[in-house]
């Protein structure tokens, strides 16, 4: 199989491999990965701004989604066909975060999704709804979960509240449209009138350059 690694920092130096495929041991299901999205973290990790001591190489890319293709024994979650995502934390399943879980992120820690297949813990993926695409998918368990978290889960936020969002980045945009789903007043700021237009057409209420 083919797959992107950083063998050293530096987008110039991400280097295309022709590797030989995972397999699925006990309690794992291989993936074929069919798409991955770019957050801001994911471009540190190659240029080595976000964990200069990364263990290298490594596979960059948190976020991505495909299909099982194998699992492994005692795997009975998943099996051949489903769409699935893999969790940025594969070993943050409940509770608190605690350093050991923090150790289980993909494309840091773990290698991650620029790949053409991928292992994962079983308890590590996520069901993809049927009415989102491969790539639509690839792009919710870092950036879209954060917002989630930061509204829902600490922020308790319902119909009604007034969201200030800062820029227009990807984790600006979930909240953006999180927000309004859930009924609140939306106020964005950017530097762009260009994407400050885009805001509006996405709901915002309020926008400010």
Not at 41 to 50: A, F, L, T
Not at 121 to 126: D, M, Y
């Amino acid at each position: 199989m083919k797959e992107y690694r950083i063998d050293k920092f530096g987008v110039d130096t991400l280097s295309l491999v022709d590797v030989e495929a995972p397999v699925a041991k006990a309690g794992e299901v291989l993936v074929r990965l069919r798409a991955t999205s770019i957050n801001y973290r994911d471009m540190m990790m190659i240029e080595g701004g976000y964990n200069p001591r990364m263990k290298l190489p490594r596979v960059p890319f948190s976020d991505g989604a495909g299909e099982v293709v194998e699992v492994g024994a005692s795997v009975t979650r998943w099996k051949p066909g489903d769409r699935v995502c893999p969790t940025f934390f594969q070993g943050w399943i409940d509770g608190e975060i605690d350093f050991a879980k923090s150790k289980t992120n993909l494309g840091g820690d773990l290698d991650g999704c620029l790949r053409e297949f991928g292992a994962f813990r079983e308890e590590g993926l996520v069901r993809i709804p049927e009415n989102l695409s491969f790539e639509e998918a690839a792009t919710l368990p870092c950036a879209a979960v954060t917002v989630w978290n930061a509204l829902m889960a600490s922020g308790g936020l319902k119909s009604g509240d007034t969201v200030l969002l800062q820029g227009t980045g990807g984790v600006s945009i979930f909240a953006l449209q999180l927000a309004k789903l859930a009924g609140a007043r939306v106020f964005i700021t950017s530097s762009s009138d260009e994407k400050l237009e885009r805001a509006r057409a996405l709901g915002a209420d309020e926008t400010l350059n």
